[in-house]
Nanobody
């Protein structure tokens, strides 16, 4: 079974930085997309950043220039470096792997940005 284990969430002041990690355990092959989503209270879950198997990245307009997604294939880990954090970045962040027709999700980690 595939399990995604997240870490790195927490409380940070506006303007600060945080790095989220998502480590995949179990056998996983044919990963098409590694991504981070977030969901704030009262809002729908939204794509934050994604990296495709060829290395192409995609970011939400609200985080462009501030967030960076990266992957370490050897470590089965995907990262989200978050800089210049804003209060509106406060949300539960979810790691997502898209493997062919399947989606795998992490448990979510809370990121809170205080003003």
């Amino acid at each position: 079974q595939v399990q995604l284990v997240e870490s790195g969430g927490g409380l940070v002041q506006a303007g600060g930085s945080l790095r989220l990690s998502c480590a995949a355990s179990g056998s996983i092959f044919n990963i098409n997309v590694r991504a981070w989503y977030r969901q704030a209270p009262g809002k729908q879950r939204e794509l934050v950043a994604a990296v495709a198997r060829g290395g192409t990245t995609n970011y939400a307009d609200s985080v462009k220039g501030r967030f960076t997604i990266s992957r370490d294939i050897a470590k089965n880990t995907v990262y989200l470096q978050m800089n210049s954090l804003k209060p509106e970045d406060t949300a539960v962040y979810y790691c997502n792997y898209q493997v062919r027709e399947y989606d795998y999700w992490g448990q979510g980690t809370q990121v809170t940005v205080s003003s």
